[in-house]
Each structure stands twice: as structure tokens, then as C-alpha cells.
């Protein structure tokens, strides 16, 4: 039995190619933007499940002197997405944020694990819940989009 050799031609270009499709730091801030813009639906509804408080009220942490006023909807407002930049792979999370408009210290703090007071309420898992179907696969559409752009432009170069 003889043994047949397979000789590939044009390996040396298709690597130059890939060399060129770029570097990992720009695949991975574009899906991030990717996993970013599939976020909106679950911070959309994360926001419509939030607790909103009846009336106004005064926020006083450990070491103030006085209390900060809080308006009821606080917390809904700061309901966000963020970026995770030290995490081995790209994600993107949806989670009550402390920004200049509105703080959601209260919600991370109290509300969402509870207190002896305050029952449990874990409206970011109801989001998840009701929108984990469709952000998996629009995700995944969304990043094979990407993915074939790349090959085509590959292909062109």
C-alpha cells in the first residue's frame, strides 16, 4: 500500500490573513457592544419589575451625619448594564448601578436580598427569566453576523 501526501497550497496566505483579521482586544469590544445592545430587553424589563417606593423618603448610610432624599423611582433609574473588563470572556451584566442621576445602593443592598424587615425581591431573576430566551439567541445570531463579516472580509483581502 502506497502512501499518499496531501500537499496544501496557500497556508502561508490564509495565516497572514487571520495575522490580519485583528487583534483580540477589538473582537472583544465588539462583542461586547454586540452583548451590550442584546442587553436592553432584560434591563427594560428589570425596570418594569423594580419596587418603587410609595413616598418620599430620607437615606442615611454608616458615617453621615445627615441623610440623603430620596425621590420614589430612584432605584428604577439606576437599573443598567455594565461591561466586565477583567473577566476572561466578554460579559456584559444587568444590575441596580450608583451613578450621578440616580443611586442604586438601596436595591443591591436591602431590597434585592432582603432583610429582617424586608422580604426578598429578586425582580433581576424575573427579568432574566423572562427574556433569557430570546437574548441567548439573538446573542447568538447577532455574534455568527459578526463572525461571517469577518470570514468576508477575509475572503476580499
Not at 425621590?71 to 461591561?83: D, F, M, N, V, Y
Request: net charge positive; charged share 30%; no cysteine.
Amino acid at each position: 500500500m502506497s502512501k499518499q501526501f496531501v500537499e496544501i497550497t496557500g497556508f502561508k496566505e490564509v495565516l497572514h490573513k487571520i495575522v490580519l483579521l485583528g487583534d483580540e482586544k477589538s473582537k472583544r469590544k465588539e462583542v461586547e457592544k454586540i452583548l451590550g445592545q442584546v442587553a436592553n430587553s432584560s434591563v427594560k424589563a428589570a425596570k418594569q419589575l423594580a419596587p418603587v417606593s410609595k413616598k418620599p423618603h430620607v437615606q442615611k448610610r454608616k458615617g453621615q451625619a445627615f441623610g440623603v432624599y430620596i425621590t420614589p423611582g430612584t432605584g428604577k433609574k439606576s437599573i443598567g448594564k455594565k461591561t466586565m473588563r477583567r473577566a476572561k470572556n466578554p460579559t456584559v451584566y444587568v444590575s441596580p448601578r450608583s451613578t450621578r442621576k440616580a443611586d442604586g445602593w438601596y436595591l443591591r443592598q436591602f431590597v434585592i436580598p432582603g432583610t429582617k424587615k424586608i422580604r426578598a425581591n429578586s425582580f433581576i431573576d424575573s427579568a432574566y427569566n423572562q427574556t433569557k430566551g430570546g437574548v441567548t439567541a439573538d446573542a447568538e445570531k447577532r455574534v455568527a453576523r459578526y463572525i461571517q463579516k469577518q470570514i468576508n472580509r477575509l475572503s476580499n483581502a
